[in-house]
Nanobody, 120 residues
Framework: QVQLVESGGGVVQAGGSLRLSCAASGRSCSSYAMGWFRQAPGKQREFVAA????????DYADSVKGRCTISRDNGKSTVSLQMNSLHPEDTAVYYC?????????????WGPGTQVTVSS
């Protein structure tokens, strides 16, 4: 079992950048593919990005492709999401999650989330 905690959220102006981090404890996060999801008010949670256990494969939602980069440091048990050129539509609670393999589903463990607010 792995416990996840996100950090790095905040308020940023449109066009700005934020770097979200996810710290894993318990079972090593190298045992899991890791993903980022987000949920805006009144909307369903949606996939943002994912990275394989080794870090050699990534997947991005079309809405963030080219603006976001997911990375991981298995030695430090952390996963990061660098977000650039932020839009007001990126405003949401962002969640880190762990899955047995790379994909957009089957995530078993979730963090509590971190709020990202992009002002226009």
């Amino acid at each position: 079992q792995v416990q996840l905690v996100e950090s790095g959220g905040g308020v940023v102006q449109a066009g700005g950048s934020l770097r979200l981090s996810c710290a894993a404890s318990g079972r090593s996060c190298s045992s899991y593919a890791m993903g980022w999801f987000r949920q805006a008010p009144g909307k369903q949670r949606e996939f943002v990005a994912a990275i394989s256990r080794s870090g050699d494969s990534t997947d991005y939602a079309d809405s963030v492709k080219g603006r976001c980069t997911i990375s991981r440091d298995n030695g430090k048990s952390t996963v990061s999401l660098q977000m650039n050129s932020l839009h007001p539509e990126d405003t949401a609670v962002y969640y880190c999650a762990a899955a047995p393999f790379l994909g957009r589903h089957s995530y078993h463990y979730w963090g509590p989330g971190t709020q990202v607010t992009v002002s226009s």
